[in-house]
């Protein structure tokens, strides 16, 4: 065997520059749009505090974060007021008021609605990852199981159905909701996280085959997957 032929400089130095790339664009990105986000809720919030107990103010220089910092605090205590019963009432009576808005209810009620399906503890965002034929036989796409079908939907169809999220790439925030036949579901070993990067990366982040041997592609009907079609 003929030895491998030596890389020039430029080539050498330009793999280094993409693997740079590569090491240090997502953590860049992560830390920008963290400053940014941090830089959005000071500008809002910084100029609501009062003179005599801006940190900025009083220490001479500008803190970063101090919004924040407020708003996690503000927040915090809105959750342990409407824990009691004093709270509670006041935050049903101010719903009540709402509701009597024409407007103003819709766009609470679906506000509401998401925020509670989406931080529900008992019932949790998305339960299981898995692939469905959509949208014809022989296409297969990644979803996610969201809850057990109900009510009517339920009631005028024949099968056992479950409420299927079918995102988006790369935006999984956006979708379609389908009501799948569980039978007709494949449920995946993969984490709904890994699920979540697969569909954003556009297939090129993909989760290892838990299920397969160490070292060795995964086995389908006896084949090797790179001879399947």
Do not use: H
Not at 36 to 57: E, G, K, Q, T
Not at 94 to 108: Q, S
Not at 142 to 157: A, C
Request: aromatic share 10%; with cysteine.
């Amino acid at each position: 065997m003929k030895p491998a032929p030596k890389r020039g400089l430029l080539a050498r130095l330009r793999t280094y520059f993409l693997t740079g790339i590569v090491v240090s664009a997502p953590v860049g990105i992560t830390i920008w749009l963290i400053w940014l986000f941090i830089a959005f809720v000071d500008r809002s919030v910084v100029p609501l505090i009062p003179d005599a107990y801006n940190p900025s103010d009083v220490l001479g220089v500008s803190v970063p974060g101090i919004g924040v910092v407020v708003v996690l605090i503000v927040v915090t205590l809105i959750g342990f007021m409407v824990t009691n019963f004093f709270g509670r009432y006041m935050f049903r009576f101010g719903e009540r008021m709402v509701a009597r808005v024409p407007v103003v209810r819709t766009i609470y009620g679906v506000i509401k609605q998401i925020f509670d399906a989406v931080l529900a503890q008992s019932e949790g965002a998305f339960r299981d990852v898995v692939l469905i034929e959509y949208p014809r036989k022989g296409i297969w796409v990644i979803g996610f199981i969201t809850s057990n079908t109900e009510g009517e939907v339920q009631r005028v169809t024949t099968d056992d159905m479950v409420n299927v999220f079918l995102p988006t790439t790369p935006n999984p925030t956006s979708g379609f909701l389908l009501f799948v036949p569980r039978k007709d579901c494949i449920v995946l070993d993969m984490t709904v996280e890994e699920g979540v990067k697969l569909v954003i990366s556009g297939g090129i982040v993909s989760p290892p085959d838990k299920k397969a041997p160490s070292g060795k592609m995964a086995k389908v009907e006896g084949e090797p997957q790179a001879e399947r079609k």
